[in-house]
């Protein structure tokens, strides 16, 4: 079964008030608004990522204070969201969440596996092919497509949905993961 992944699209990271803003990202909010669009309208699974950390999270040492749980920068735009949404947190879930058309995955690390509840639903929805986007290249977005391809299953990258920090970076990135299996694609051939 074909999934997408959008990933940290959040407030912080894309718009020019963000607490970690990376100038340009805005680009990318119409398409990966058109792919969720694509995805509700088609039947395919939708999972969206968002970092919810709290207040003290280790990253925070690293980082500066961004995502932090319930605030405006920790929000997706609001016209990258589906109506019929469900919230599964970062802690591990006694039962499947409800159906829903856009699976919003909290984390409090740049992996999206270390939400304990990831490989239980891709497992369980029958996830083999992944779609790819979002912010950033060389962080969430990597740990995403990269974590992927470990786990055996075919993962495209959409590269006019995703934007990078340091465009040296993101194509070192984007070598690493073609050599490794996965595939660049565009959003036009994805929604062809």
């Known amino acids: 079964m074909r999934a997408f992944f959008d990933i940290d699209t959040q407030i912080d990271f894309v718009y020019p008030a963000g607490a970690l803003y990376a100038r340009g990202a805005e680009r990318v909010l119409p398409a990966v608004a058109e792919l969720n669009r694509y995805a509700a309208a088609r039947g395919i699974r939708l999972f969206s990522t968002t970092c919810a ?8 040492r690293v980082w500066p204070p961004h995502c932090v749980a319930g605030t405006a920068g920790q929000r997706k735009p609001a016209f990258t969201l589906l109506p019929n949404r469900v ?41 083999d092919e992944c779609f790819v986007y979002g912010v950033f290249t060389e962080y969430c977005v990597k740990c995403a497509i990269m ?26 990135v984007l070598r690493e993961f073609v050599e ?11 929604t062809l």
């Open 147 to 172: 974590g992927l391809l470990a786990r055996g299953r075919k993962v495209s990258l959409v590269f006019d949905a995703t934007a990078h920090l340091s465009v040296a970076e993101g194509d070192g």
């Open 53 to 60: 950390h709290p207040e003290d999270a280790a990253e925070f």
């Open 87 to 127: 919230i599964v947190p970062n802690i591990p879930l006694s039962a499947a969440p409800p159906e829903a058309e856009q699976i919003l995955l909290e984390k409090n690390d740049l992996d999206l596996f270390t939400n304990p509840n990831v490989e239980p639903l891709l497992d369980t929805f029958g996830v």
């Open 180 to 190: 490794s299996g996965g595939y660049i694609t565009s959003v036009s051939q994805v």
